[in-house]
Structure formats: structure tokens, C-alpha cells
């Protein structure tokens, strides 16, 4: 799922979309299923139901499908909770471990499982994708469209093809294609139903139709589609991260530069994004991207051109991870630098946990590797989050968790703002500096106001500023 900011906050659907269903009249719609009900999936299986499609989810997991079904989701994401309980009580929903009933009842086939890192190695686990499709294709009797989803080094769908296809007792009457995802953690809902581009990569015409029909109310929103090969396909969803990641990792380079010389890196990104060639999006300084998508979708781009032969034209990926990582150690640097070079005793509050805002998900989360570098520093860490505190405290159970901000500051020698929350660049400093032992803060996020803060009487410092 990429990072982006929000381009709209209207996450409503139509007014006949959640009635009507696609197609032209008296052809019926396709049915759809859903394999791997983790955040992608649960999203799409979610939205596509509202939009009137019949859909089965289906996982391996009973308890994430008995949740599911009785209207729980299993992460936090605006908005989704309730678009579940409608397409629930729509009746158009359904969930299932049963991949014979997935092969019986779909007629296009969605698989949204994970591809994380492999242990020890930059390369893309594949395992759960190939399983997915292996036990697919052993229910699959009829001419049925496979559509991936997941993001994949290049070349798998080829591989995919001919694995289904062996293994599928409707043998080639299966094909298989390819429809990146682009979702943005917080804003998955809003992605879904209103997304900037639908990609579809096909080997048939037969197989571009069905997925226009199984996205007609998306399309009919002049949602443009772009129908290429597989290979392309599997190329955009990395190649998009990539670039994200590098002009993120660009303004962060820049901030090294500002700390060396005294510059200040908020007025050079601002002076920036009046160039119309660099914008202004994802030219934001700070302690850099983390989650389940960019930094290991850069690795394994690196990994898979290496293996292709062309590591050279993507080896500044390297860097660009390199840098993101070096911000982590230099909001540590800050920290300690305010408590006079020596971390031991420190008490720190660490606002976030979550890698980003409107997000549980704690995946390379770079609030949470900065709070545990302080806490193996010798500091005393108080991690406090909206949403993604027990996840934290599942992974991390060394460090200590507060129910709320105030109360993780109470005698705190130093703040560091980890993930901007709006209920953190919303505080009040006269307040919290009312139950901190000494003001300082640093703003790990560029999310406050240094103003406003140094007028409260706080020492402020931040990545790139003088």
C-alpha cells in the first residue's frame, strides 16, 4: 500500500452504487472472490460488496474469517467498519475457509496476500502467494479469471500462468492477470472506491473484459484505466514505491545537508515546491517512511533487478533505504543531545507507535525502532498511540505504554514526536509543559509549530532545522 496524502475525504458512495450493479441490462455480474482477507483484501472485498457485487472472502485463518463475518475488523482503517456491517447486512458478503466453495462460486478470483520480506534476505516471499494460488486452481472446473493483486517481483504472474493452469482441472480455460494495488493506509476506503488509476494487465481481450466488468462502478467515474502486459503491470506498483521513497529519502538527504550547515530544511522544501517539475507532495522532511510496503517493495526491486542482471539502474534504491534508516538514528542523536549526551536515566515520552497516522499497522514503523534504540541507550521510554498501542505492546513488551499523552508526559525530561497524529499536533504546550519535569521536545515529524512551542517555553528541535 502506498503512502500519499490525502487527495480527497469523501469516502461516500454515489448515490445508485450501493443499488445498481455494473454491466449493461439483463447481463449478470461477475462474481467475485477474495483470497487473503489481511488489510487488501478485507478492504476489497469490503468496498466491492457495497458496490453491488456478490463476494467471498476467503483465508486460511478461521478466526480472522469468524470476525470478519460477524462484523469486526481486524485492523484499524477509517470508514471500514462500517461499510462491513452494510455489505453484511446487504447480504451480498460472505466468508469462508473453503476454497472448493471459492472455486465453485467465483467467476473472477482477487488474490490479496502478503508478500513481506523473506528472513535473511531482500527477495520477496512468494510462499503464501503460491500457496494461494495452488489451492485456487485445484477448485477451478470452468473458464474463471485469476487476478493478482499482491505485490510481486516481475515475471511472477508468467510463472503464476503456468502453474494455475497445470494444476486447474479446467486446465487453459483459466488465465491469469494482473491488478496492482495503490492503497494508502488511513485512506484504503477512499483508494478503493475512488482510486487515481485502475491498471489492468491482461494476455486477452476475454480477460480485459471481465476485469472491466468486475470494476464498472469504478470506471464509470471516468477512472482511468491503463491495459498493458503483465510484466508492466507488475512493474507499476514497485516502480510507483520507488519513486515515493526516493523523493522522500531526497528531502531527508537535504535535511543532512541543513544540519551541517546551518540551513533550514522547511524553507528549502517550501522553496522547492513552487517548481512545477517537483511539486511539493512527498517533499515533507522528517524521521522518513516505514509500514509493510516501501521499504521492503524497494529491497525487493533491488533484489529482482539484481537477479535480472540490471542491479546497477536501481542501485540508488540502496541509498535511498540507507538514508531512511539514518534518520532513525539521528532523532535518536537529538534526544540525546537535549539530555546533555548521556541517555541513562533519561525519561522519554514517545509520541506514535503506528508508522504512520490513521494506522495500526506497526510493520518497520519508525517510531518504534527510535523508542526501542533510546530504551537500549539506557533511557526510560513511555510509548503512547491512538490505535496501534496493543499491537506495540504485542511486539515490544519491553517498552512501557501510556494510556494517553499527558499521562506518558507526566515527568517526562524530553517528548519526541514519532507519528503525527492529529491529537498530537494538537496539543496544548502550556499544558503538557505543565506536567513534564524539563520542556523539551523533538519534532521527529516537522508537525508542530516551533513558534508556538519555543513561546511555551520549549526547547524545540527537529531534523534539518537549525
Known amino acids: 500500500m502506498t503512502l500519499a496524502t490525502a487527495k480527497r475525504t ?46 467471498l472472502g476467503v483465508d486460511v485463518d478461521p478466526d480472522k474469517i469468524e470476525r470478519l463475518g460477524s462484523g469486526s475488523v481486524p485492523f484499524f482503517e477509517p470508514g471500514l467498519p462500517e461499510l462491513l456491517a452494510k455489505a453484511l447486512d446487504s447480504g451480498r458478503l460472505r466468508f469462508t475457509t473453503d476454497f472448493a466453495e471459492a472455486g465453485a462460486f467465483g467467476d473472477v478470483h482477487f488474490i490479496c496476500v502478503g508478500t513481506p520480506q523473506q528472513q535473511g534476505s531482500d527477495a520477496a516471499d512468494l510462499r503464501y502467494v503460491d ?32 502453474l494455475v493452469q497445470r494444476l486447474a482441472p479446467a486446465g487453459t480455460d483459466v488465465e491469469l492477470a494482473w491488478n496492482p494495488e495503490f492503497l494508502r493506509e ?32 469504478v470506471i464509470a467515474r471516468d477512472t482511468p484505466v491503463v491495459v498493458t502486459d503483465l510484466k508492466t503491470a507488475e512493474l507499476v506498483k514497485v516502480a510507483a514505491n520507488s519513486f515515493l521513497a526516493t523523493k522522500i529519502s531526497y528531502i531527508n538527504a537535504m535535511a543532512e545537508i541543513c544540519e551541517a550547515t546551518g540551513a533550514d530544511v522547511t524553507g528549502l522544501a517550501e522553496a522547492l515546491s513552487y517548481d512545477d517539475r517537483i511539486g511539493g507532495r512527498f517533499l515533507k522532511p522528517g524521521l522518513g517512511f516505514g509500514g509493510g510496503c516501501l521499504p521492503k517493495d524497494i529491497r525487493a526491486f533491488s533484489h529482482r533487478a539484481e537477479e535480472l542482471g540490471v542491479g546497477q539502474a536501481v542501485a ?54 527510535v523508542a526501542r534504540t533510546l530504551q537500549q541507550a539506557g533511557a526510560s521510554v513511555t510509548v503512547v498511540d491512538p490505535a496501534a498501542t496493543e ?6 513488551p519491553e517498552l512501557t505504554y501510556g494510556p494517553d499523552a499527558m499521562t506518558a508526559a507526566t515527568g517526562a525530561d524530553v517528548v519526541v514526536l514519532l507519528t503525527e497524529w492529529t491529537q498530537f499536533r494538537e496539543i496544548d ?38
Open 429 to 466: 504546550p502550556h499544558a503538557m509543559g505543565a506536567v513534564v519535569t524539563h520542556r523539551r521536545i523533538v519534532d521527529g515529524r516537522h508537525a508542530l509549530d516551533p513558534a508556538q512551542w519555543r513561546a511555551a517555553g520549549w526547547e524545540y528541535r527537529a531534523l534539518g532545522r537549525p
Open 186 to 217: 488511513g485512506y484504503a476506503v477512499d483508494d478503493t472506491l475512488h482510486p487515481d488509476r485502475l491498471v489492468f494487465g491482461t494476455e486477452s481481450a476475454w480477460a480485459e473484459e471481465r476485469l472491466r466488468a468486475a470494476f464498472a462502478p
Open 10 to 55: 469523501d469516502t461516500s458512495l454515489g448515490p445508485d452504487d450501493s443499488t445498481t450493479g455494473p454491466g449493461t441490462p439483463g447481463t449478470p455480474l461477475p462474481r467475485l472472490t477474495v483470497i487473503g482477507t489481511g488489510y487488501l483484501g478485507a478492504t476489497h472485498a469490503i468496498c466491492m460488496a457495497v458496490l453491488g457485487y456478490e463476494v
Open 131 to 162: 500457496s494461494a494460488v495452488s489451492e485456487l486452481a485445484r477448485h477451478l472446473y470452468r473458464r474463471t479469471l485469476v487476478v493478482g493483486k499482491s505485490t510481486v517481483p516481475v515475471g511472477t504472474a508468467t510463472r503464476l500462468t503456468e
Open 391 to 396: 499491537n506495540a505492546r504485542r511486539a515490544f
Open 316 to 369: 540508488f534504491l540502496r541509498e535511498v533505504d540507507a538514508i531512511n534508516k539514518r534518520r532513525r538514528a539521528r532523532t535518536v542523536d537529538l534526544v540525546r543531545e537535549l539530555v546533555g549526551g548521556d541517555l541513562s536515566g533519561a525519561r522519554v515520552t514517545a509520541l506514535g507507535a503506528a508508522f504512520k497516522p490513521n494506522s495500526d499497522d506497526i510493520r518497520d514503523a519508525p517510531a518504534l525502532d
